[in-house]
C-alpha cells in the first residue's frame, strides 16, 4: 500500500460546483496533515494544514478521520482560479522534518 | 513577503557532469530541504538539513548526491555525475522552526534537464 494515496484525477467540473478529494495514508501513527496545491510547472503551496477537529478556511474545509486514515478536503462555489492539482501530504511518525506527497489529483473547473 | 529563490531555473547538462542547484532559503528560516519532482509523478523527499547537518535524507540520496550552507545565506544541492534519470524539476524549501505543523515553504525549483 502506497503511503499516501489520493484519487487519481482529473476531475472536471463546472465553475461554482463543490469538489470534495479523498486521501488515505498507510501509518497509523502518522500526525500531521496538510494539504498543498500545485499550479502546473510551479511549486508546491500550502493551502491548509489538517487538524483533527476538523478546519475551515472561506470556501475550503478539511478533514481528519485518523481511525480510518482518511483526509479530505472539500472546495464549495469552485472558481476558474481553483484549477490545479492538489497534494495530500502527510509527516512521517517521528520525522517531522520529513512530509510524504501523494501523487495529486488534478481540478479543472470548467467555465 | 519573504521566499525561497533557486537559481538557475532551468539548467541544461551532459551526462556525468556535476551540477549545483543553488538556493537561498528565508532569512530566519533554520531548516531546510530538498525535494524532486519527476515530470508526471509526486514530489519526492531528498534530504533535510538543520544546524549545518543532513538530519535525514532519503534512499533516492546516494553517494552521487551532497548538500551545502557555505555561507550562511545560500543553500546547495551537488550531483557529482549526473545520470539520465535525475532529469527533474528539484525544489528547495525552509521552514522557521521545529514542529510537525511549521509551514515548509518552496521556492520555485530548478528544471534540471540531463542530456
Known amino acids: 500500500r502506497k503511503e499516501v494515496e489520493q484519487d487519481p484525477g482529473p476531475f472536471n467540473v463546472p465553475e461554482g460546483a463543490t469538489v470534495a478529494f479523498n486521501c488515505t495514508y498507510s501509518n497509523s501513527a502518522s500526525q500531521s496533515f496538510f494539504w498543498y496545491r500545485q499550479d502546473c510547472r510551479k511549486e508546491p503551496k500550502l493551502l491548509m494544514s489538517?487538524?483533527?477537529s476538523g478546519n475551515e478556511d472561506g470556501r475550503f474545509t478539511a478533514q481528519l478521520n485518523r481511525a480510518s486514515q482518511y483526509i479530505s478536503l472539500l472546495i464549495r462555489d469552485s472558481k476558474l482560479s481553483d484549477s490545479a492539482t492538489y497534494l495530500c501530504?502527510?509527516?512521517?511518525?517521528?520525522?517531522?522534518?520529513?512530509?510524504?506527497f501523494g501523487k495529486g489529483t488534478r481540478l479543472h473547473i470548467l467555465p | 513577503e519573504p521566499e525561497v529563490t533557486q537559481t538557475p531555473s532551468h539548467q541544461v547538462t551532459q551526462m556525468g557532469q556535476e551540477v549545483i542547484l543553488r538556493c537561498v532559503p528565508i532569512?530566519?528560516?533554520?531548516?531546510f530541504y530538498w525535494y524532486r519532482q519527476i515530470l508526471g509523478q509526486k514530489v519526492e523527499f531528498l534530504v533535510s538539513?538543520?544546524?549545518?547537518?543532513?538530519?535525514?535524507k532519503s534512499e533516492i540520496f546516494d553517494d552521487q548526491f551532497s548538500v551545502e550552507r557555505p555561507d550562511g545565506s545560500n543553500f546547495t544541492l551537488k550531483i557529482r555525475s549526473t545520470k539520465l534519470e535525475d532529469s527533474a524539476m528539484y525544489f528547495c524549501a525552509s521552514k522557521q522552526g521545529s514542529g510537525s505543523h511549521n509551514e515548509q515553504f518552496f521556492g520555485p525549483g530548478t528544471r534540471l534537464t540531463v542530456l
Open positions: 489538517v487538524y483533527s
Open positions: 538539513f538543520y544546524n549545518n547537518e543532513i538530519s535525514e
Open positions: 501530504v502527510v509527516n512521517r511518525v517521528n520525522r517531522d522534518d520529513k512530509i510524504i
Open positions: 532569512s530566519n528560516h533554520l531548516y
